[in-house]
């Protein structure tokens, strides 16, 4: 009898919406030679929110040991991080401000004196990693087991470069592939990470994007993802970042449509930790941060 993959597909996903852009039949290879080429100066010109990506990461570490230490998951050891560090994470955005109005977000109590539970071995992914700078060098630093994934072999060869003895130590794998290639088994990873990455990808692939992640999330996971706060059908810049060779494409539902997909995973659902929206400085456009659980059921 044939097994029947119940990996999620264009085919097996509901859509929030339809779309009329016609997206280029070479985007994923046209969005991996801009990357490799405009690497040196994307990596400058993200320095100047990368303290927002910090902040964001150290706000879900301090949510994966607020969890482990509800449920008792103190991994092998404690850890010995200040947890003041954690307990109240940076709120450096460098060139965005927080729309507080516009927030949904959980802060747990302070427990001083207590251990800080370990995150030692704990799978992490992140697509679109880049260099792996800033995001998985802090997930790094926590002892956890990370695979990042970029189309561009140019952010990989640094990565390689910034945490050698931990890609010797095969504490960190990197893969050269398009996002929507990866196959993973159900509840494989503790965390998966998707900043300014997922918008490469045309909507409806999102949608299924999403879906495989609640797939590969163990309960109790999480995901730390951003959006457009706007909905964006599809849209190309042929000189991205002023670069002659820096073609780019995004795309986006928009907030509420993202919220309804994330809603609407299952079964059991996702429980919203963290729901924030920020602007960049240096566009002015509008991201929605979202960090979110898988329920245990």
């Not at 994923?28 to 990506?53: E, M």
């Not at 945490?163 to 159900?186: C, H, I, K």
């Not at 495989?212 to 190309?236: D, H, S, T, Y």
């Not at 299952?266 to 941060?289: A, C, F, N, Q, Y």
Request: hydrophobic letters at 35%; aromatic letters at 8%.
């Amino acid at each position: 009898m044939a097994t029947i993959d119940p990996t999620p597909t264009l085919e097996t996903v509901t859509q929030p919406g339809t779309t009329s852009f016609r997206t280029p039949p070479d985007l994923k290879a046209r969005l991996k030679n801009s990357y490799d080429v405009i690497a040196p100066f994307y990596n400058q010109w993200t320095l100047s929110h990368r303290a927002q990506r910090m902040d964001y990461a150290t706000k879900l570490i301090h949510f994966l040991q607020r969890d482990n230490r509800q449920t008792g998951q103190n991994g092998d050891s404690a850890d010995n991080t200040d947890e003041t560090e954690l307990e109240h994470p940076p709120h450096q955005h460098g060139d965005s401000a927080d729309d507080t109005d516009e927030t949904e977000t959980e802060h747990p109590p302070h427990q001083h004196g207590s251990p800080i539970p370990s995150l030692r071995h704990m799978h992490a992914l992140e697509v679109g990693c880049g260099s792996g700078v800033p995001v998985l060098e802090i997930l790094l630093a926590k002892e956890m087991d990370v695979i990042g994934v970029d189309l561009s072999a140019t952010q990989l060869a640094l990565a390689n470069a910034h945490f050698p003895n931990q890609t010797s130590g095969l504490q960190a794998v990197w893969a050269e592939e398009d996002m929507m290639d990866l196959r993973y088994p159900p509840d494989e990873f503790d965390v998966v990470v998707g900043l300014y990455s997922l918008i490469h990808l045309p909507r409806e692939e999102q949608t299924v994007f999403l879906h495989r992640v609640f797939r590969w999330l163990k309960p109790g996971g999480m995901l730390l993802m951003n959006f457009p706060v706007e909905e964006v059908e599809g849209a190309i810049t042929q000189h991205w970042l002023g670069h002659q060779q820096g073609w780019m494409f995004w795309s986006g539902w928009g907030e509420e449509k993202t919220m309804q997909i994330i809603d609407e995973l299952g079964p059991g659902g996702m429980e919203v930790l963290l729901r924030e929206v920020t602007e960049h400085g240096s566009t002015g456009d509008k991201i929605m941060w979202i960090i979110a659980k898988k329920r245990r059921v």
